[in-house]
């Protein structure tokens, strides 16, 4: 295999690679420092040539997403602390997003002390994001159909006990007879 690569320096072919998620790894060696380098390929090859397709970080596509995006400077920011909390998680590359990876975030947001809301606010955000990587074609986006996301919290109902109700049928003057109010007639 010929490889062509500008520099100034000597390179020398280490080891190729083929991974089944259709990555060809290359470990090259320049000057006795041997460095990797990462590249997609198609399984029809064509031409012989394979498709290089560059890897693009998530955090930046997200970051470029919600800049681009027509939306309300509200949704800029939810989107802007979303991107704080996938920095503070890790970033990796848009094709390395595994269900694994998505639900350990989700896992990561609630040890940050985020009540359920706000971790299914924020993962439906980066599911918009992924879901325009996907229409890219940089992204499966079956992946996201795996990922198990959090209930939604259950809203506590308080209600009124009948001395309550009859104090506030007295203080307010309604007007109601209280049985009226329990579907009781006199």
Same mark, same amino acid.
């Given at each position: 295999m010929n490889i062509k690569i500008d520099s100034n320096f000597q390179f020398s072919v280490l080891s190729i690679q083929y991974t089944p998620q259709g990555e060809l790894c290359i470990t090259l060696d320049s000057d006795g420092l041997s460095t990797n380098a990462h590249y997609q390929y +198609?399984?029809?090859?064509?031409?012989?040539? /394979?498709?290089?397709? *560059? +890897? +693009?970080?998530?955090?930046? #596509?997200? &970051?470029? #997403? /919600?800049?681009? /995006?027509?939306? $309300?400077?509200? +949704? $800029?920011?939810?989107? &802007?602390?979303?991107?704080?909390h996938l920095e503070a998680y890790g970033d990796c590359t848009i094709d390395k997003v595994t269900t694994s990876y998505l639900q350990d975030f989700i896992t990561f947001l609630q040890s940050q002390g985020l009540k359920n809301g706000s971790v299914r606010l #924020?993962?439906?955000?980066?599911?918009?994001?992924?879901?325009? /990587?996907?229409?890219?074609?940089?992204?499966?986006?079956?992946?996201?159909? &795996?990922? $198990? &996301? *959090?209930k939604k919290e259950q809203e506590k109902k308080c209600f009124l006990s009948e001395t309550e109700l009859k104090k506030l049928n007295k203080t307010y003057r309604i007007g109601v007879p209280l049985g009226a109010l329990f579907g009781q007639s006199k």
């Amino acid at each position: 295999m010929n490889i062509k690569i500008d520099s100034n320096f000597q390179f020398s072919v280490l080891s190729i690679q083929y991974t089944p998620q259709g990555e060809l790894c290359i470990t090259l060696d320049s000057d006795g420092l041997s460095t990797n380098a990462h590249y997609q390929y +198609t399984a029809s090859l064509g031409n012989g040539q /394979a498709e290089e397709k *560059p +890897t +693009t970080s998530l955090l930046q #596509y997200c &970051r470029d #997403y /919600a800049l681009a /995006a027509d939306i $309300k400077d509200k +949704t $800029k920011d939810t989107y &802007r602390l979303m991107c704080n909390h996938l920095e503070a998680y890790g970033d990796c590359t848009i094709d390395k997003v595994t269900t694994s990876y998505l639900q350990d975030f989700i896992t990561f947001l609630q040890s940050q002390g985020l009540k359920n809301g706000s971790v299914r606010l #924020y993962f439906q955000k980066l599911a918009c994001v992924l879901h325009d /990587a996907y229409k890219n074609e940089l992204f499966d986006d079956r992946v996201l159909q &795996r990922v $198990k &996301r *959090p209930k939604k919290e259950q809203e506590k109902k308080c209600f009124l006990s009948e001395t309550e109700l009859k104090k506030l049928n007295k203080t307010y003057r309604i007007g109601v007879p209280l049985g009226a109010l329990f579907g009781q007639s006199k």
